[in-house]
């Protein structure tokens, strides 16, 4: 079964859903995350201490990020082309 992308639903293919007890939340790897949010993997790295949200770390050299952070993220960002809040 694949997830469902609503910015982006060509990328629902390229993230894969477990289907756990307790609905276990998927971790993505840098790839799959590039994909989502249409950011490249080097902007990603550059954008994480700062304005994107930290990874997991899996192993020493293998991070990724949980499929909620980054859907909860990518809802928190104001749309393209939206006028920006007046105080």
Do not use: Y
């Amino acid at each position: 079964m694949q997830a469902a992308n609503a910015k982006n639903p060509q990328v629902a293919a390229t993230v894969p859903t477990v289907a756990l007890a307790g609905g276990a939340d998927p971790i993505l790897n840098k790839k799959q995350t590039s994909a989502i949010v249409g950011l490249s993997p080097s902007t990603i790295d550059r954008s994480i201490p700062h304005a994107f949200p930290p990874p997991v770390q899996l192993s020493a050299r293998r991070v990724g990020w949980r499929l909620s952070t980054i859907q909860a993220w990518l809802e928190a960002r104001p749309a393209r082309g939206a006028p920006k809040p007046t105080p």
